[in-house]
Nanobody, 111 residues
């Protein structure tokens, strides 16, 4: 079993920043493949950023240049630094690894 716990969501004005954290525990041997997804009201869940392996990452086009995913292997933790936030970034953000999902953290960006 693997547990993923997100934190760091909240309300921020457009142009502001937030940093999300996802702490993994349990039977996880590597955080390669861990990533962030989001789901806005009435929309499908979509990939935001994923650590593929080592320093190789993948980002959704809509967040490139604004969001940065990073990792702390010693803490089994992945971060998502979100800058220049836009109202359209409003969503519940979920951490994912393999078939495991966190419960999500709400990010609300006001205009």
């Amino acid at each position: 079993q693997v547990q993923l716990v997100e934190s760091g969501g909240g309300l921020v004005q457009a142009g502001g920043s937030l940093r999300l954290s996802c702490a993994a525990s349990g039977s996880i041997f590597s955080i390669n493949g861990m990533g962030w997804y989001r789901q806005a009201p009435g929309k499908q869940r979509e990939m935001v950023a994923v650590i593929i392996s080592g320093s190789f990452t993948n980002y959704a086009d809509s967040v490139k240049g604004r969001f940065t995913i990073s990792r702390d292997n010693a803490k089994n933790t992945v971060y998502l630094q979100m800058n220049s936030l836009k109202p359209e970034d409003t969503a519940v953000y979920y951490c994912n690894w393999s078939s495991y999902w966190g419960e999500g953290t709400l990010v609300t960006v006001s205009s």
